[in-house]
């Protein structure tokens, strides 16, 4: 069966950075875009970026954008998260997706498998 696991979450000072992975498994990992989505306490999931099943497009939600890259190796089945310039408001449970299309989404119900998801705390 399909398998999303993340990893890399932590607490980390508000300016700092992390980098989450997203290990795949029971799937053909490059022929599906992936995205990143997070959770705080009390709020909706909330899309964060996603990336193409090549590689070669990105797309961010505003409140990350230029602070957070996406980017994967289909070699490896995994799709990371790299975030820089972290903010208290950045403290949620992250969990990674896959979707079966080439194209990237900021729509959850795009989404047809997720992860148990990694939490990220940013201290102010």
């Known amino acids: 069966q399909v398998q999303l696991v993340e990893s890399g979450g932590g607490l980390v000072q508000a300016g700092g950075s992390l980098r989450l992975s997203c290990a795949a498994s029971?799937?053909?990992?490059?022929?599906?875009?992936m995205g990143w989505f997070r959770q705080a306490p009390g709020q909706v999931r909330e899309f964060v970026a996603s990336i193409s099943r090549s590689g070669g497009s990105t797309l961010y939600a505003d409140s990350v954008n230029g602070r957070f890259t996406i980017s994967r190796d289909n070699a490896k089945n995994t799709v990371y998260l790299q975030m820089a310039g972290l903010k208290p408001e950045d403290t949620a449970i992250y969990y990674c997706?896959?979707?079966?299309?080439?194209?990237?989404?900021?729509?959850?119900?795009?989404?047809?498998?997720w992860g148990q998801g990694t939490q990220v705390t940013v201290s102010s």
């Open positions: 029971g799937l053909t990992f490059s022929s599906w875009a």
């Open positions: 997706a896959a979707r079966p299309n080439t194209f990237t989404s900021r729509y959850r119900s795009d989404y047809a498998f």
